[in-house]
C-alpha cells in the first residue's frame, strides 16, 4: 500500500536531491574518494557481516541488524527501513567510551519493535539523542524510552521527552564521552549534529542528515534553507579531517573533504537553475524548472527534487532582491 510510510520515507527521510545517473555519479565519486573498495571476490552476505573498511580502519557499509564499530566511541545498528530515498536505512548510533556502564544512542529511528529491542539490548542507556525531527529518525525515541528509562532530547522541544531541548554549542557528558551540540539548519530547520572531539585523533562528527554517507541530502524546503544549509556546511568544515558518522549510508573520512563536495554541488545546481531561469523566465515555478533542471527523474523522487528546487529559488529570489 502506497502509505504514509512510504510517503515519509520519500519526503521525509533523507532523499537525495541528484536522483537518477546524478545519484549514481555521487555513490561512484564519493567511493573514488572515500573508499577502499572490497575484494569483489566478497560476496554481499559477508560484506554485510564484516562492512568494508576505510585505511583508518572505520566500518563504511552495513546491511544487516548487527551492533557494528563506527569509530572509536561509537557503533551502530542500521534500522530496517532501506528505500529509495533513505539508502540503506537509518544508522542508529551507540555511543560509549572504553569500558563505560552506559551508552548514548543518536537517532533511534522507525517504530520497528526488533530495532529498538536491539538497541536497548546492547546494555543501560543513559540518554537519547535526535538529529532532528524526521520520523525515520524519531518515530521509535518514546518506545526506545520505555524500554530504557532514559530521557531523548532533540533541538525542537515537541520532540524532547523528560528533558530539555538541545542547545548549540552545549556540551553533554554521557557515557564517559563529550557530546558537543552544534546547530546545522538547511535540511531541516531544527536539525544538529555531534561533535565528538576525542573520537580518535580527528574526532568525529555524527551528521544526522545534514550530510549522507552517499550522494547529497535534500532541502526540506519551506523549513529547510539554503541559506542555512550553506551556513551549516562552513560551521561543518571547520571541524577538518573529522570521521563523518551520517544517519544513511557509510561512514567517511574528513568532513572538511566531505563538506566541500556538497558546497561544489550544491553552487554547480544553483548554476544550472539560474541558467533554467535564462529561458524560462525568472518568475518559473518550482515545477517548470525541475521539468528542465531534472528532466530525467524518477516519479518517486520528483517531490523531493522539487522541494529542493523551490529551497534553491527561494534562495536566488531573496539574493537578488535583498
Ligand atoms: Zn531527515
Known sequence: MFGVGFLLEIVWSSP????????????VFFSALFYSAPSSS??????????????????????????????????????????????????????????AEASVVVDPGPADEGHLRRLAGTGRVELI????????HTAGSVRLQELTGAPVRAADPRHCHGADPLRHGETIRAAGVSIQVVATPGH?????????????????????????GRGTTMLDYPDGALGDYLES?????????AGVLPAHGPVLPSLEAVTRAYRGHRLERLAQIREALEGLGRDATAAA????????????????????????LDYLRGRSEG
Open 233 to 241: 556546511l562552513d560551521r561543518l568544515e571547520a571541524f577538518g579531517g
Open 16 to 27: 537525495v536531491d541528484n536522483p537518477g545517473w546524478a545519484l549514481f555519479y555521487s555513490a
Open 289 to 312: 524548472v525541475t521539468d528542465v533542471v531534472y528532466a530525467d527523474v524518477d516519479a518517486s523522487v520528483r517531490r523531493a527534487a522539487e522541494m529542493s528546487v523551490a529551497a534553491q
Open 42 to 99: 566478497r560476496s554481499r552476505a559477508a560484506r554485510a557481516q564484516a562492512g568494508s573498511r576505510c585505511k583508518d580502519g572505520m566500518v563504511t557499509s552495513a546491511t544487516s541488524p548487527v551492533l557494528q564499530r563506527s569509530s572509536a566511541l561509537t557503533r551502530f545498528i542500521l534500522a530496517p527501513n532501506p528505500g529509495p530515498m533513505s539508502l540503506d536505512g537509518t544508522n542508529s548510533y551507540v555511543i560509549s567510551a572504553k569500558d
Open 129 to 136: 539523542l535526535v538529529t532532528h525531527r524526521h520520523a525515520d
Open 188 to 212: 531541516t530547520s531544527d536539525s544538529v549534529c555531534f561533535h565528538l572531539p576525542d573520537d580518535g585523533a580527528l574526532g568525529s562528527v555524527l551528521t544526522g542528515d545534514t550530510i549522507l
